[in-house]
């Protein structure tokens, strides 16, 4: 029986969303959190993007160095050979790479006006798709933007073509957030049966779908015989209004009617890191997670009128679904109200020493104190908002690697 895997795009899809963004520290905690999860792949980054380039090599060395292991760390690029190139001769040593190339007849007119039919996007993509693989790329998968409104016909002999030419998935993209579960199912599904590659499903929430949509596509390709990879974004944060989030993705998949009976997941994933990675989403994109989020909004577990609450404190089963535990919440959270120490971008070794001191971190020097001091100063230079513990420990632990995370070198 196929499987369901899970591609985050949070670090793509999420920070390239409008008025929202993650620093390089910020997403590699996040790429670190998504490993914790047992996320299968995290489209990690733009590898044709020059302030992204010592970001995507530090994360790929974390991942030579075990630490961000077993994730996959992959990056998304347009279908052109030229940029496969860029994005090989930027970061070398990247493995995995999903390219992008629109296929709906609207965008093909809308966007190339008359410079590009079909068969260019065709002749384009197996290009591109020949250069990753010439270059040294794992895997590829194949993104036909704006699937959703193409023509089957045409999109079932793109995917065949991505195919022959060595693809490893063909990604369908419900860019606009067009489809339904009854149209996603079919359409999806005869892809599977047709094309023969595995399928990923990536949705959108303009019509308050992507996650239903989500289950449809990958109840289609499994029934056409495919293994398929469900892209999500933690919190659900992307374009306009917004991907699949990540934790209601997980808890549809296992926890929705008879759904899990016969379409489950190819590798476990730790729904107890849910809490703490949606909460880091949501502090570092500062974004509050809405009180009616499923699984880690403030409401998820909270009754209040008389029926429910007598019926929960009964039973919980009575009017809930699944456990806070579950998720990982129920911890009590220890809030500052008295005097604070905080690191910033003008710390001192003092401040500093006493802070790393309660999180039990002991430097074998003042000079190696000093050299973590002035790493934490400039990460906080770049987040603009105090780190969280979980940040100041990877500085400490990883310096290297921290240094290439906030370094950046324009126009050069
Ligand atoms: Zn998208």
């Not at 704006?146 to 030419?165: M, Q, W, Y």
């Not at 998949?253 to 008879?258: D, G, P």
């Not at 579950?326 to 690191?343: H, K, S, Y």
């Not at 310096?399 to 126009?411: C, Y």
Request: include cysteine; proline fraction near 4%.
């Amino acid at each position: 029986m196929p499987k369901i895997y899970l591609i985050d795009v949070t670090n793509r899809d999420g920070v390239q969303t409008a008025k929202l963004g993650l620093s390089k520290m910020e997403k590699t905690l996040m790429n670190v959190y998504l490993n914790e999860m047992g996320v299968f792949q995290s489209e990690f980054g733009f590898p044709t993007t020059r302030h992204e380039t010592l970001y995507l090599q530090a994360n790929l060395e974390l991942a030579q160095m075990g630490a961000l292991q077993p994730i996959r760390l992959e990056g998304w690029l347009r279908a052109i050979a030229s940029d496969v190139e860029t994005a090989f001769r930027l970061v070398p040593d990247i493995k995995h790479l999903n390219i992008s190339i629109s296929t709906s007849t609207q965008m093909i007119n809308g966007k190339f006006q008359g410079r590009k039919q079909q068969e260019d996007i065709i002749h384009d993509m197996t290009e591109a798709l020949d250069a990753a693989k010439a270059l040294g790329a794992k895997t590829v998968g194949v993104n036909a933007e704006d699937a959703s409104r193409t023509d089957i016909t045409f999109l079932t002999r793109f995917g065949l073509a991505a195919r022959e030419h060595g693809a490893d998935r063909l990604r369908y993209c419900d860019t606009l957030g067009y489809d339904n579960p009854f149209t996603i199912y079919e359409t999806v599904r005869n892809l599977a049966e047709n094309t023969g590659l595995p399928l990923e499903i990536h949705c959108h929430g303009d019509l308050g779908m992507a996650v239903a949509n989500s289950l449809a596509g990958a109840k289609g390709a499994i029934d056409g015989g495919q293994d398929v990879y469900i892209n999500t974004t933690v919190n659900g944060i992307g374009e306009r209004a917004g991907n699949a989030d990540l934790v209601a993705v997980v808890l549809a998949l296992i926890k929705s009617k008879q759904f899990a009976d016969k379409y489950q997941l190819g590798q476990p994933i730790d729904l107890s890191k849910s809490w703490k990675t949606a909460k880091f989403a949501s502090y570092a994109f500062g974004l509050p997670i809405p009180i009616n989020q499923p699984g880690v909004g403030a409401n998820a577990f909270a009754h209040s009128s008389g029926i429910h609450a007598d019926g929960v404190l009964k039973d919980p089963e009575n009017y809930e679904l699944y456990g806070f535990e579950e998720l990982g919440r129920g911890d009590p959270v220890m809030v500052e109200t008295g005097r604070e120490i905080i690191a910033g971008q003008y710390s001192g070794i003092s401040g500093f020493s006493h802070l790393m001191g309660r999180m039990e971190v002991q430097f074998s020097s003042r000079e190696e104190a000093a050299e973590i001091l002035e790493l934490v100063r400039y990460a906080n230079v770049e987040a603009q908002k105090p780190l969280v513990e979980d940040e100041l420990l990877f500085i400490a632990k990883y310096p290297k690697i921290a240094k290439k995370l906030l370094t950046l070198t324009p126009l050069e």
